[in-house]
């Protein structure tokens, strides 16, 4: 007897269960996993696999946009409680967003990944629904900002967290070295050059908020 086409609510489980599965792959070992892989840890055949992504690299872009959606989830709520005063909001929301940031581990080095993963097969319509969510975030928390926080000029908070954004990912490409590296750092010529990455990100998140405030 031939078994009946999976429904809607089906076909979403098993997506969500092939990126979980992805997710702690990733996550045990630094790497994107295979496809085969993925499929086993889900518990599924390999063929499966390609009924909900067409390549690997449909799958990474999946990953950026689950763990981007929970960044701009939880960002929300952050934003929801800062002070309106501007000198108080921007150390809170630096301090927060670093701790965010620790909760989601793999963002940065995901999103890190992404010029290097895309050079050959790029996944065109992925792509562009990631950076469409990835938009409407930014303008979701962007606008939310501007009516929390006093003296931001409308679509100027949409701007900040752009500019937060790219910042992290500026610094994190700087500091994320190899502990082999960090070692050499260690020597006081050098000592300039040997900086953490989350104490160095709430400082320049605040100092960035500070001015765009006082320019507000």
Do not use: C
């Not at 992504?53 to 701009?72: S, Y």
């Not at 100027?156 to 910042?167: M, V, Y």
Request: aromatic share 8%; hydrophobic share 45%; charged share 25%.
């Amino acid at each position: 007897m031939a078994r009946s086409a999976l429904t809607e609510e089906e076909r979403f489980s098993r997506r969500a269960a092939l990126l979980d599965a992805a997710q702690r792959l990733y996550s045990d070992r630094g790497t994107l996993p295979t496809v085969l892989d993925i499929a086993r840890a889900a518990g599924m055949a390999k063929g499966a696999v390609y009924l909900w992504f067409r390549t690997k690299d449909e799958i990474f872009v999946a990953l950026l946009d689950a763990n981007f959606g929970t960044l701009i989830t939880r960002l929300l709520s952050v934003i929801e409680t800062l002070d309106p005063l501007p000198s108080m909001a921007a150390r809170s929301f630096a301090a927060k967003y670093v701790k965010l940031l620790g909760e989601i581990p793999d963002i940065l080095p995901l999103a890190s990944m992404r010029a290097s993963i895309f050079k050959e097969n790029l996944p065109i319509e992925s792509l562009s629904q990631f950076n469409r969510n990835l938009g409407a975030g930014l303008s979701e928390a962007g606008e939310l900002l501007d009516r929390r926080v006093g003296n931001l000029l409308p679509g100027q908070g949409t701007d900040l967290l752009f500019h937060t954004w790219t910042l992290t990912i500026g610094l994190w490409q700087t500091l994320d070295l190899p502990e082999s590296l960090r070692k050499i750092l260690d020597a006081p010529a050098l000592s300039i050059l040997h900086r953490r990455f989350h104490t160095e990100l709430e400082t320049a998140v605040t100092q960035l908020w500070r001015g765009a405030m006082s320019r507000g």
